[in-house]
């Protein structure tokens, strides 16, 4: 078995950054199941949030994050993200990312539920592209190796500490062992849970599902987010409208032409994601339409082609010029505030297990993330996992983890599945009968009726899962895990909190003000 002091399962803004600070202090391998560009990272429009205007400061940040997360985030772990972001930004411009500048000084951006202009951009709105590229450069320049199309599908435990990961190889169909001390998953979110979604088909939440085997508990799953507007074009891929469009002045219409947001909200189109999502729900089910419009055509054509150049080219190349016609949207599924349980070093309950980026729950979003909080997640949690590893090295030995993170100031309850019955009669398991399942009855309006029918269909499911002989097969496992503890977590949440919506309990709860974790029942530990 080859051996490796890193081994990162992932090829994101995570696990690149991680990776390059990580080969300063041993030999790293990375494994990730495309081309090292095949991630969310490289859909980032917007940018990354930091606190580096001269109207901002790390507090009025940390209040935006804290309101945004509605009672679930962990104060600790804001703080953290907050105080740390400049110096992570700051390496990110050493790495190269050619953040947008005017007069030599950064450009920043404001979107929805921040109070001031924060975010950095690349490339107008090609923030993670530019991210992805440079990264991924500079790790081709390095002596850290990199496996592609390598499908990490086992965490390997020896009493309590991580001992390596096994491997498929998808080209090959063959499994190997590799050998590590620290494993980092930095594996994405869960996106493809859904029928409409902004995110790659390699976001399955293959880390989550990893975690869980090996008995790591998995918190906050039933806050997903939904952007709110994704573009709706007959036969076009779902393709994101950045929420910067709304931040620049954009205004949303319903099919009649009426601009709606307003009646819901006095913040209107820049009120926080789930609102304005809900918002959309509701107007799209009065006009009886599946879309509503984004209108831009108020807005100086210059500003629009140079500020969103790729949402311009993308429509223009649809045959829709966004200067002068309405861009027709609908909400789509989009970012996991949830995850694998780890503190705020980004370390799991295994000695040498560690998470990073979307797949984490480090608590900094509580119940619903503040745009573009995710790509500074990664990096400001990312920098922590290294630099805990560099504490364990020189301490010389692991310590024992307690199987249970208090996950900051709100306490958690922890849960197995329950039993289901299986239902006598339901539809076959496969991809889009289980994304249809999960978009109508555990999407952006639930319900306990719609929740129970899916945990129940979904518990049917898991009685009959495909071997595991490729990457779709085992994909397909791991979804329908995912989306198990989704539908549960959903279900016991009685309450309505951030992104989590139920019609049957609309308000939130002070009772409910708590973190749910779910662990394996016959977990090894
Ligand atoms: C369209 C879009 C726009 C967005 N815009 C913004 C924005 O403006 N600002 C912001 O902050 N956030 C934004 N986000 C969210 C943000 O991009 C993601 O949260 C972030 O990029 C996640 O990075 P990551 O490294 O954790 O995961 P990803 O970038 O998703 O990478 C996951 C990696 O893990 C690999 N992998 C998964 N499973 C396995 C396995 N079993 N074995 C091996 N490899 C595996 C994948 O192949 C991939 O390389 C956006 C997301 C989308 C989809």
Not at 49 to 67: C, N, Q, V, Y
Not at 159 to 165: E, N, T, Y
Not at 453 to 482: G, H, K
């Amino acid at each position: 078995m080859n051996h490796y002091d890193y081994i990162i399962v992932g090829s994101g803004i995570a696990g690149l950054y991680i990776a390059l600070l990580a080969i300063n202090q041993g030999s790293v391998l990375i494994l990730t199941k495309g081309s090292i560009d095949d991630c969310n990272t490289k859909y980032a429009q917007g940018g990354i949030a930091a606190p580096i205007g001269r109207a901002d400061s790390p507090e009025l940040h940390f209040k935006d994050t804290m309101a945004a997360g509605d009672g679930l985030c962990d104060a600790e772990a804001v703080r953290i993200l907050t105080d740390e972001a400049a110096e992570c930004v700051a390496d990110l411009i050493t790495l190269g990312v050619p953040f947008d500048t005017l007069n030599g000084e950064i450009t920043l951006t404001r979107e929805a539920a921040h109070s001031v202009p924060r975010i950095m951009h690349a490339g107008g709105d090609t923030t993670g592209e530019h991210i992805e590229v440079t990264l991924s450069r500079e790790v081709r320049s390095t002596s850290i190796k990199v496996l592609e199309h390598c499908l990490a599908s086992e965490i390997l435990v020896e009493d309590g500490k991580v001992k390596g990961v096994k491997a498929l190889d998808c080209r090959t169909g063959s499994m190997e062992e590799y050998g590590c001390k620290f494993l980092i998953l930095a594996t994405g979110g869960i996106g493809h849970l859904f029928k409409y979604t902004t995110n790659s088909d390699v976001v399955t939440g293959d880390g989550i599902a990893l975690a869980f085997e090996a008995g790591v508990g998995i918190s906050d799953m039933e806050f997903f987010q939904f952007h709110p507007t994704v573009l709706r074009l007959p036969g076009v891929a779902p393709f994101l409208i950045s929420e910067a469009v709304r931040g620049e002045g954009g205004i949303l219409r319903n099919v009649e032409g009426y601009r709606f947001m307003p009646d819901y909200i006095p913040e209107a189109e820049l009120s926080q994601r789930d609102i304005v999502a809900r918002s959309i729900v509701y107007e799209m089910k009065k006009t009886h339409s599946d879309r509503v419009f984004l209108d831009v055509t108020h807005l100086p054509p210059r500003l629009i082609t140079t500020r969103f150049p790729q949402i311009y080219r993308f429509c223009r190349d649809h045959g829709l010029d966004i200067t002068k016609g309405l861009i027709p949207v609908a909400p789509a599924a989009h970012y996991l505030m949830g995850g694998v349980q780890v503190d705020n070093w980004g370390e799991a309950t295994i000695s040498g297990l560690f998470a990073a980026g979307e797949t984490a729950c480090t608590g900094v979003h509580g119940a619903n993330r503040l745009a573009s909080n995710s790509l500074l997640e990664s990096v400001v949690f990312g920098k922590r996992v290294v630099q805990r590893t560099e504490m364990i090295a020189s301490s010389g030995h692991c310590e024992e983890r307690d199987s249970h993170l208090p996950l900051g100031t709100n306490p958690a309850i922890s849960h197995f599945f329950p039993d289901r019955e299986p239902l006598p009669t339901v539809l076959p398991l496969n991809l889009p009968n289980l994304q249809s399942l999960m978009w109508d009855k555990v999407g952006i309006i639930r319900s306990g009726e719609s929740l129970k029918e899916a945990a129940s269909i979904l518990a049917t499911w898991q009685r009959s899962l495909p071997q595991f002989i490729d990457r779709p097969s085992y994909e397909l496992n791991n979804l329908v895990l995912c989306a198990r503890l989704m539908a549960e977590a959903a279900l016991l949440r009685e309450e309505s909190r951030g992104a989590h919506f139920r019609t049957d309990f609309p308000q939130s709860s002070p009772e409910w003000q708590r973190h749910i974790v779910f662990r394996e029942k016959h977990a090894a530990r």
